[in-house]
């Protein structure tokens, strides 16, 4: 059976705050660890009947950055839920709330910009 492996680093502050995090992955085309600013990382647990969550980010991530990241993350999920399942009434339902979340996220920007 072949294998892949992804390996996240994360680099903390005195205070354990993550300061730098960089991956990467076997099958990756370039043998350089990826910079990012956040990861969320959800695995399935059969036993529990629930999910094991990760979520990091970096101090030097932005509110908006941030903002933006969770709305595109909901969305793929959307999309993982219609393509596991095919229950396209929950992907949009998904997607409509993205969609609500980014038209928020925009008036806030352009209040801010004022």
């Not at 992955?25 to 990861?39: G, H, Y």
């Not at 647990?45 to 950055?65: F, H, Y």
Request: net charge negative; glycine share 4%; charged share 25%.
């Amino acid at each position: 059976m072949r294998t892949s492996d992804i390996t996240i680093h994360v680099s903390l502050d005195e205070q354990n705050i993550p300061e730098k995090i960089t991956w990467e992955a076997t099958d990756a085309p370039a043998d350089v660890p990826n910079s990012t600013k956040a990861f969320a990382l959800s695995v399935w647990d059969s036993e529990a009947n629930g999910i094991m969550r990760v979520d990091l980010w970096t101090k030097d991530m932005m509110v908006g950055e941030m903002k933006k990241f969770f709305i595109q993350t909901l969305g793929a999920m959307g999309e993982t839920i219609l393509s596991a399942t095919g229950d396209e009434k929950m992907y949009h339902e998904v997607n409509n709330t993205c969609e609500r979340l980014a038209q928020m996220l925009m008036e806030e920007e352009r209040n801010a910009a004022k």
